[in-house]
């Protein structure tokens, strides 16, 4: 039995039934027990892979779009680059290497790393170590100072794991989604007061899903980007149009699983809803580009000439194919393929050149 499971169980006894944004927030992020807190999820022998770790190509591409992103901007002296959600240090690692074609772009930058977990945070140290760049980490991104250097922030699946609210439609009024106990068991429930503050219309039985620290992040992006100039990018899966329907998801082992079943050892997410953060972007005085989605965002980065002369350069016939999987992987345009259903976004202060991606 999970370690958290218990100590969810006693916050339940307690208090009562707690929203889905508190069990998420838990099961990601509680101090000793949070999926993030105590492992490294990523990669085969974990439970889920993400695209810096299926190739290089990714981080090269997006550290392109950021040395595009830094001659627009005038090729100031200063730069700060930040990830959000860094992983194991990947995709910054490639897009640092590939930033070093643009003569005097790696002098001006100030890496900023926003990692809650220290585990994860002790692996991009060790990744980075060495690069002769100025690496930082931060818990949070109010805890970046702001020198007014010209920002880029990244973030590849950073927003899926932000926790989400969900509420249902229940006699014509949305209820918040609970998670109480059935005996030992966790289930779902639906809080009996209703919330009149949602005007929004919906079928019986529709779930609303909204991501509250998503746009509290955006707000604070934007009064940073409006004050120094700037550009942010956010890979991720979800849709494009905000719709019904419940998208929270745990993975273990490269399989779906319950999301009440393990806590603290599955990956909990849930789909991000582009269209609400480029509402909220948009009204905190941001420019929206895309959302795209990956496979074409990546091709207008030029995957392909990447691949084509990676595989002239490549030792075997082996590893050739594996950078052409790998090129299909990132692009497959089927309904789950990463293609189609990962998009790319991105937020500039106003008036700045449109950022490079085919948007
Ligand atoms: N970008 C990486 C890792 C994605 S996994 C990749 O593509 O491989 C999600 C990452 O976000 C992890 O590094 C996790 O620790 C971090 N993370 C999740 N929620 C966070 C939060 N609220 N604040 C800061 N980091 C968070």
């Known amino acids: 039995m999970s370690a958290l499971l218990t100590d969810i169980r006693r916050i339940i006894a307690l208090e009562g039934p707690i929203p889905v944004e508190r069990y998420m927030a838990l099961c990601l992020g509680h101090p000793q027990h949070g999926y993030y807190m105590t492992r490294d999820p990523l990669g085969a022998a974990g439970d889920f892979v993400t695209a810096p770790e299926i190739s290089q190509m990714f981080g090269e591409l997006i550290g392109l779009f950021a040395a595009q992103c830094w001659m627009d901007l005038g090729s100031p002296s200063a730069l700060r680059l930040m990830e959000c959600g860094p992983g194991r240090g990947t995709l910054m690692f490639d897009a640092l290497r590939a930033m070093a074609v643009v003569p005097g772009l790696r002098k001006a930058i100030t890496v900023d790393m926003i990692e809650m977990s220290p585990v994860l945070a002790a692996i991009q140290r060790r990744r980075l170590q060495g690069d002769g760049i100025s690496v930082r980490w931060h818990a949070r991104i109010a805890d970046v100072p702001d020198d007014g250097a ?16 969900q509420y249902v439609r229940q006699n014509g009024q949305w209820h918040e989604r609970l998670v109480g106990l ?111 989605g990956q496979g074409a965002f990546l091709q207008a980065l030029g995957l392909e000439a990447r691949a084509d002369r990676l595989i002239r350069n490549a030792p075997s016939a082996e590893k050739a194919d594996a ?19 990962f998009k790319a976004i991105a937020f500039t202060a106003p008036g700045q050149p449109l950022p490079p991606g085919g948007w």
């Not at 429930?189 to 509290?216: F, K, M, N, W, Y």
């Not at 950078?323 to 259903?341: F, K, N, P, V, Y």
Request: a negative charge; proline letters at 7%; charged letters at 20%.
């Open 150 to 165: 010209p920002l880029i922030v990244l973030g590849n699946e950073f927003l899926d794991a932000l926790p989400i609210r």
């Open 323 to 341: 950078i052409r999987d790998a090129e299909r992987r990132l692009t497959e345009m089927t309904r789950t393929g990463m293609g189609s259903l």
């Open 182 to 292: 059935d005996g030992e068991a966790l289930i779902f429930g639906l809080s009996p007061a209703p919330e009149p503050a949602i005007r929004q219309d919906g079928p019986e039985g529709a779930v609303l899903e909204t991501c509250v620290p998503a746009h509290g992040f955006v707000a604070e992006l934007a009064t940073r980007l409006r004050r120094t100039g700037g550009v942010a990018l956010f890979i991720d899966y979800g849709h494009a149009r905000s719709g019904f329907g419940d998208t929270l998801q745990a993975l273990r082992r490269h399989a779906f699983i319950d999301p009440l079943a393990s806590p603290g050892d599955a990956d909990i997410t849930a789909h991000v809803d582009f269209a609400a953060l480029a509402r909220s972007a948009r009204s905190a005085g941001l420019a929206v580009h895309g959302p795209v």
